[in-house]
């Protein structure tokens, strides 16, 4: 017999795993998850649908030019090659430490209100670099060559340990509150083997024992009760 379940007779697919690695359970294509999809068009300033709130965001476009020649100084295929250069990077780290880059921070170099401390705490000087020039360019004129909000722009830069390396994203990273913990896992599983050893069990295969295992272990450690009992 051979070692899988795959039907011989259907032509492998191009997306088929090798059968030295085919087990059931069907592996997660993380690349192709709709969430991913959603997630590259957003690094990519393209189009998406939001995948909770099912609102559309229109595909990224350069701003409106600042009122101080910013765009005049640097020329308008500049400034597109600047836009495309930076969407075409497509990873929220990589665009944010590019914005790090061109960002830097001063004090304050003179006070304009008659109180004793000055509204801000610190100046920001933005750049852009085309063919290894750099251009200075005020804040306006910075975002809206990136087609960015000014709360990216800021969020990017302030993202920084205190020896000023990058914070990585954390979206989406966080721990489920109700995942159980492996060790406490490990501790129902045992309790369930011990208590199930000569009954149903024995009358299932291995897999299923695994599987009916883990499931009842989890429902102990959820509700703090009783396994199921199933036939
Ligand atoms: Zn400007």
Partial sequence: MSDTDRDESRPAAPGD???????RKRPRNAAGCKASVCKNKR?????????????????????????????AKLGIQVIKDIFTGF????????????LQNLCETLPVK????????????LSRRFSVVHNNVTTKVCRGAFV???GLSIKRVVNAITKLTHTSTPLLDRRGRHEPANKIKDHSLQQY??????????????????HNCLEMNRENAMCVARTGGEPSTSE
């Fill in 144 to 146: 809206a060559i990136h």
């Fill in 110 to 121: 003179r006070k304009r209100t008659k109180q004793a401390v000055s509204r801000r705490s």
């Fill in 17 to 23: 795993i090798p059968d030295e690695d085919r087990g």
């Fill in 189 to 206: 599983s045992v309790q369930i083997s011990a208590s199930h050893h000569n009954g149903v069990l024995e009358k299932a295969g291995l």
């Fill in 43 to 71: 690094n990519l300033g393209q189009e998406y649908v939001s995948r909770s709130t099912r609102k559309v965001t229109k595909k990224r476009e350069i701003g409106n030019p600042c009122r101080d020649g910013c765009f």
């Fill in 87 to 98: 969407w075409e990077m497509g990873d929220f780290n990589m665009q944010n430490c590019y």
